[in-house]
Nanobody
């Protein structure tokens, strides 16, 4: 089993920054990718970024140039640095981990999920 715990959410003004953390515990050796998803009220959960066990990263188009995904292997933590935040990015942000050989294309492909952390961007 794998446990994920997000932290770092909060209230920020438009254009501000936040850094989210995803602390990973349990069978970390089984993880092949860690992703950040977000879900706004009434909306579907959407992928923001992922990082593979090999260190490859992918950022979705809406956040390219503003967000960065990284990891600290010694701390078993994955980060999402978010800059120039917009009001429409208000959502619950989730950390998810996969065990598949390649990063899943959809949310159900991720086997483990954290409880989420609220990010609110005020205008």
């Amino acid at each position: 089993q794998v446990q994920l715990e997000e932290s770092g959410g909060g209230l920020v003004q438009v254009g501000g920054s936040l850094r989210l953390s995803c602390a990973i515990s349990g069978r970390k050796d089984t993880i092949t990718a860690v992703a950040w998803y977000r879900q706004a009220p009434g909306m579907e959960r959407e992928l923001v970024a992922f990082i593979t066990s090999g260190g490859s990263t992918k950022l979705e188009e809406p956040v390219k140039g503003r967000f960065t995904i990284s990891r600290d292997n010694a701390k078993y933590t994955v980060y999402l640095q978010m800059n120039s935040l917009k009001p429409e990015e208000t959502a619950v942000y989730y950390c998810a981990a996969a065990r598949t050989p390649f990063p899943p294309d959809t949310a159900p492909g991720y086997a483990y999920w954290g409880q989420g952390t609220q990010v609110t961007v005020s205008s």
